[in-house]
């Protein structure tokens, strides 16, 4: 006889309207780490679980199904901070970490199907940033979004092949940046051919972090010259 889901529901009490982050415990001993705003609650789950349940959710979900014992729902839930995508993305790579790449999927690494080695050294660079902390995190997270799809390789006939040189690579990479900056994959890229010359990652995203932390101090001291502007000069006290 099958489950009634419609019985299944969650051991945590959860405020209408606030963001949460959750980890899904699968069969298999997977997991899966997704957000939801609490707006809508069907039978005793919030929607975005019960879609879980009823396989309407993940692809992810749909192949490893979420563990149900004595009708209660096994999962993780948690307030998400202000920048929601972030944390996702964020505690999926610490869950990667700890459990193994291909033990876990949520965020923008979703893909149903294992890992293979050369995308791990994509995910393994992520999880590099993670373990910096979570402000460093976001540093890069951020700039992230200032990327396009051709930012992963240049064009030059004199210089060698290097680190980022594989298709895998190039697709998991435009995938991890259209999530972070919301918008939908196209898995259209610029021709490649014999001239194709592919950057190495890490130089160009410690200048661009550099760059993008440059633009927040100029910024800050524009708006500190402002206010200072604003506040009306004190007369010099005489000794």
Partial sequence: MGKNFDKVEISYELITNKRYIYKLCLEKRKEYIGFFE???????????LWKHIHKEGAKYTKKYKP??????????????????????MFY??????????????????????????KEKIVINFFIDEMKKGWNSFVDCYETFKL??????????????PSKLKYQQQINLFNFITNHIKECKF???????????VYI?????????????????????RKLDDDSDDDTPSRKKRKI
């Avoid at 196209?186 to 194709?196: E, P, S, V």
């Fill in 38 to 48: 609490n707006k809508k609650i069907i039978n005793k789950l919030p929607e975005r």
């Fill in 186 to 196: 196209q898995q259209k890229c610029r021709a490649r051919d014999k001239n194709t």
């Fill in 200 to 220: 190495r990652l890490e130089p160009a995203l410690n200048e661009i972090k550099r760059l993008h932390r440059e633009n927040q101090n100029l910024r800050k």
């Fill in 92 to 117: 999926t790579l610490e869950r990667m970490n700890y459990r193994g790449i291909n033990k876990v999927r949520g965020g923008p690494f979703i893909w149903v199907r294992d890992y293979n080695t």
């Fill in 147 to 160: 990327f396009n799809y051709d930012d992963f390789y240049v064009y030059s006939s004199s210089i060698l």
């Fill in 67 to 88: 563990k149900i014992q004595e009708n209660i729902l096994q999962c993780t839930i948690h307030e998400a901070n202000t920048n929601a995508f972030a944390h996702e």
